[in-house]
């Protein structure tokens, strides 16, 4: 099952287990499946528009092969996908250096799982030492999320985006793949190390538009954590603790309109009748928040996220809230 690098099958998943496909379609906002959010598929059917849910059956069995990963969509196809929604996928070398910042800042320090190099990286092969102010663990439970995600090529690097070239576990810079290096490093029982690694996918977060985007990014998340456990202890996790995983993913990875933070297409401008001596008139009422340019008065579905800490669940824009009133 998890031999596929670069293009996963969701009939391998489908095959594996069933549950598990139908978890990672989910949209835990709505309670329905995830939206396609592009109309690259209209040519297998009215159901693959834009607006419509990602159903099972549009991807397994003879449609096995419909969802593809960037790199294996035609180069007309992707230029379309840039065109529409200004999709451009970022080199792994380049997701490296900004991931480099990131960890220069927490550790006080530069070059602390690779050194750049032209082009490319070379990897820090001795254990990850820490700060005396900081330990693995609060390494593990920081949070990071990735906007647009598309594939998720920050979090996870299973493979370059753009080259199609597969990545080694022991060599990746994703900001999931940097905190599961340092459970691989700290951790080795194996009950241990999935309560650990838990706690890895519950720190990184992502949001998406396109649905068959999302829904690779989700199966790249749950691929790194197969990778890294077949890595650790040289055998594959059960379904149970796949669920697991799963579950936490569809909730840290989701569909989202990134500017209004609602659901795509789920405001609406609405019609009502106002009825007069003269008869009935009709007035249209367009979503506020779209009419303003306010992303806090729009009348669509609110994204919600879990907060883990207290397994509650919160709206997203609560969050871009917080964050606006610390400053």
Same mark, same amino acid.
């Given at each position: ?154 979090? %996870? ?5 753009? #080259?199609?070239?597969? *990545?080694?576990?022991?060599?990746? /810079?994703? &900001?999931?793949?940097? =905190? ?122 609110? %994204? ?5 800490? #207290?397994?509650?669940? *919160?709206?997203?824009?609560?969050? /871009?809230? &917080?964050?606006?009133? =610390?400053?």
């Amino acid at each position: 099952m998890f031999d596929e690098l670069i293009d996963i099958k969701e009939n391998n998943i489908f095959y594996l287990d069933y549950e598990l496909l139908s978890i990672l379609l989910k949209d835990m906002t709505t309670g329905k499946n995830i939206l396609w959010g592009t109309d690259n598929y209209i040519n297998h059917g009215m159901n693959y528009s834009h607006n419509c849910e990602i159903k099972m059956e549009q991807i397994v069995m003879f449609n096995g092969n419909v969802i593809k990963p960037r790199i294996k969509k035609s180069k007309t196809e992707q230029i379309k996908r840039v065109k529409d929604k200004g999709e451009v996928f970022t080199p792994s070398w380049i997701c490296n250096k900004q991931n480099n910042i990131i960890d220069s800042e927490w550790f006080h320090r530069k070059n602390v799982f690779n050194t750049e190099i032209c082009g490319g990286w070379k990897t820090n092969k001795n254990k990850i030492a820490f700060p005396n102010d900081r330990n693995w663990k609060d390494y593990i439970k920081n949070k990071r999320i990735e906007i647009t995600c598309g594939e998720a090529p920050y979090l %996870v690097s299973r493979y370059d985006t753009t #080259t199609g070239k597969v *990545i080694q576990v022991t060599d990746r /810079i994703g &900001l999931l793949d940097r =905190k599961l290096r340092i459970v691989n490093e700290n951790v080795d029982d194996i009950d241990e190390w999935i309560k650990y690694a838990l706690l890895c996918y519950k720190s990184v977060y992502g949001y998406e538009w396109q649905g068959d985007s999302l829904l690779i990014a989700r199966e790249n998340m749950l691929y790194t954590f197969c990778d890294n456990y077949k890595y650790k202890f040289n055998s594959l996790p059960s379904k149970e603790v796949l669920r697991e995983v799963a579950f936490i993913i569809i909730w840290n990875i989701f569909q989202m309109d990134g500017l209004k933070y609602v659901i795509p297409y789920s405001c609406k401008n609405e019609e009502i009748i106002n009825y007069t001596l003269f008869g009935e008139e009709k007035e249209k009422i367009e979503c506020e928040g779209c009419k303003r340019g306010n992303c806090h008065l729009h009348n669509g579905i609110y %994204v919600k996220v879990m907060n883990w800490d #207290t397994n509650r669940k *919160i709206k997203f824009i609560s969050l /871009i809230k &917080l964050n606006k009133s =610390k400053r």
